[in-house]
């Protein structure tokens, strides 16, 4: 079975400050992980994607996450927010070998101050 | 741009009647999927059809149906609906494995029940 969790339901930051949203997976296969961003009356977008290469995943708009095996984690970080990223953040796990269907975390709302 | 679109972008219908939303994938998706999202909560998977057969089902009633046609169009069928069905509805779609390729969103069906 697979499942993730999402560590924090609000990350609040200042315009220009790093960002980390934490993400922790459970999985019985390799999983794959994903994180989706939507922004307010929109659909999800893919920001980024792990499927067993690079532990080390760069994404759109700055993004970037690390697969680490031992923790089980996968973090999303940015060395800079803008006021642009505020939105709600979504971490997806899916086991290769397994039921293929993704498992969609609860979300972390990412708000940015001026 | 998303390749995804969904119709109606909002509804409101009467507890106890039924609803098809409708969606229509990139050229080359094969594999779409139908999420719900409840207020302030993680997109909660329904079900996936690869190829116009269902291959995954989430833990949702049988009254939630759907279909997938040649020309990457599918539907929802929501039938007797409940209060509780009030939710943003997803359509995604992939064009191969969703643990390799992700999915692409389409903006949902807002849907409420009165």
């Known amino acids: 079975a697979q499942s993730v969790t999402q560590l924090d339901s609000h990350v609040s930051v200042s315009e220009g400050t790093p960002v980390l949203l934490r993400c922790n997976y459970s999985?019985?296969?390799?999983?794959?992980l994903f994180w989706y961003v939507q922004h307010p009356n929109k659909g999800l977008q893919l920001l980024l994607k792990y499927t067993s290469a690079a532990t080390l995943v760069k994404g759109i708009n700055g993004f970037e996450a690390e697969f680490k095996k031992s923790e089980t984690s996968f973090h999303l970080t940015k060395p800079s927010a803008h006021m642009s990223d505020a939105a709600e953040y979504f971490c997806?796990?899916?086991?290769?070998?397994?039921?293929?269907?993704?498992?969609f975390g609860r979300g972390t709302s990412l708000i940015v101050h001026p | 741009e998303t390749g995804v679109t969904q119709s109606p972008t909002h509804l409101i219908k009467t507890r106890g009647q039924q609803v098809t939303l409708r969606c229509s994938s990139q050229s080359g998706h094969n594999t779409v999927s139908w999420y719900q999202q409840a207020l302030g909560q993680g997109p909660q998977f329904i079900f996936q059809y690869y190829r116009e057969e269902e291959n995954g089902r989430g833990n949702f009633p049988p009254r939630f149906s759907g279909l997938q046609f040649p020309n990457y169009s599918s539907e929802l069928n929501v039938n007797a609906l409940e209060l509780d069905d009030s939710a943003l509805y997803l359509c995604a779609s992939s064009s191969g494995p969703v643990d390799d390729y992700g999915y692409t969103f389409g903006s949902g069906t807002r849907l409420t029940v009165v």
């Open positions: 997806v796990v899916s086991e290769s070998g397994g039921s293929y269907i993704p498992t």
């Open positions: 999985s019985s296969y390799s999983p794959s």
